[in-house]
C-alpha cells in the first residue's frame, strides 16, 4: 500500500497577476474610472470656458483641489474603517450620480458657472475618499509578490485613460456638446461599479483587523505609525521630493520651452507622447517581469538618471530630441514611482494602508502642486534653463536620500 505524504503535495502556482480573472475585473475597473475622469475634467473645462472668461474658467478647474487636499487624510480613515472596497464602490456611484446629473441639468436648462463649480467641490471630496481607496485595494485582491505587477497593469491602465480618455470627451463633445461628454463620463464611472463587486478580497489577518477609537485617533494612530516605520517614513520623503521637482517642469515649464523653441501646442503634446510611451513601457516591464530585483536601489538610481534626462529637456536643440528625451524621462520616472508604489504597498501593515496611501496621495497632489506658480515666477526671474536645472536637481535629491537611507537601499519586493 502506498501513502501520500504532506511534503509530496505541491501546492499549484499562483496565477500571475496579469491573468488573473479577479485582478483583471478590477483593471477593467479602474481604467473605466481613469477614462470617465479624463472625460469628465475635458467636458468641465470646455463648458466653463464657453459659458463664462478664461479666468472664471480656470477657478472653477481649480475648486475640486482644495476640498480634495483638506479631506485627503480624513479619507485614509475611512479606507481603513469600511474597507477600501466599499469606499471605491461607493465613490464611483457617487460620481456617475452626479456627473449624470449634471448631465441632464445642461440638457434641460442652461446653468451658470455656479453649478460647475458646486460639482467641481463635490469631485474634490469623492476624490479625498477614492484616492486612498484605490491605493489600499491591490493587497486585497493579490498576494504580496504579485503587488509590482498589480502596479504595471495600474500604470497601464492610468495611460490608457489618459491617452484615450481626451479623445473620447473631444468626440462626445462635436456629437453632443458637454452634455454629452458629461453624459459618457457618468457613464463610465457607472461602469466600474459591477466589475468593482465582483472583486473577492483576500481577509486581513486577525492582528490587522481595525482598531477602534474615533476617527481623530485614528488619522493619528496612522501618522505615528508611518512616521516610525523605517521603510515608509523615508519613502514618503523620497516621494515628496521626486513630485516637487517633477511636475512643474512637466507641467509649467513644458509650455514655456515649447513657445520659446518656437513649437508650438503640436510640440507640447509630442513630448507630452514620448513621456507616456516611456511611462507606459516601465508599466509594461513591471507587468510582465513581476519582480525587479534589489527594488530600492533600483528606484532610487532610475530617479537620478531621471532626473538627469529633466535637467537636459531645457537644453534639447531640436524637437525629435526633446521627444527622445521625454520618453527617457517617461521610462525612468516612471519604473522608479511604480517600485516606490509597490514597496510602499508591500512594507505596509494592510490595515494602515488607507492612511498611508493617503499621505503618499496629499504629497503628489496636494502639496506638489504649489511648485507651479513658484516654477512660473522662477522661470520669468532666471529663464528655462536654470529652473530645469535646480528641479532636476531636487529630483537627484530624492533619489539620492532613498539610497543613502539603509533601509530604503536595502528595501525589496517579495518573491
Known sequence: MTTTTTA?????????????PNVLRWVGAYTASTLGDSVYYLALSWAAVSTGTPAQAGLVMAVSAVPRALLLLGGGVVADRLGPRRVVIGSDAARALVVLGLAATLFLASPGLWVLAAVGVVFGIVDALFLPAVG??????????QLARIQGLRGLAHRCGAVLGAPLGGLAVALGGPTAAFGAA????????????????????????????TALSDLADGLRYLRGHRVLGPLMIVVLLSDLGFVGPLNVGLAVLAERREWGASGIGW????????AGAASLLLTVRGRVPRAGVVSGWTMVLGAVSIGALAYTPSLPVAVAVGLSVGLLAGLSGALCNALLQTA???????????????????????????????????????VY??????CAL????????PAVRKAELPR
Open 389 to 394: 536645472v535646480v528641479s532636476a536637481a531636487v
Open 8 to 20: 509530496a503535495v505541491t501546492a499549484a502556482p499562483a496565477r500571475p497577476a496579469h491573468r488573473d
Open 271 to 278: 513630448i507630452l507622447a514620448g513621456f507616456g510611451t516611456g
Open 186 to 213: 457618468g457613464l463610465l464611472f457607472a461602469l466600474s461599479v459591477p466589475l468593482l463587486g465582483t472583486l473577492r478580497l483576500r481577509p486581513l489577518p486577525a492582528t490587522d483587523e481595525a482598531r477602534g477609537g
Open 398 to 405: 530624492s533619489g539620492g536620500y532613498g539610497l543613502l537611507v
Open 348 to 386: 505596509c501593515d494592510p490595515a494602515y494602508l488607507g492612511r498611508v496611501s493617503a499621505v503618499a496621495g496629499l504629497c503628489s497632489l496636494g502639496l506638489a502642486p504649489l511648485s507651479y506658480p513658484v516654477t512660473g515666477a522662477a522661470i520669468g526671474l532666471w529663464g528655462v534653463g536654470p
Open 136 to 145: 489600499a485595494l491591490p493587497p486585497r485582491i493579490a498576494a504580496p509578490d
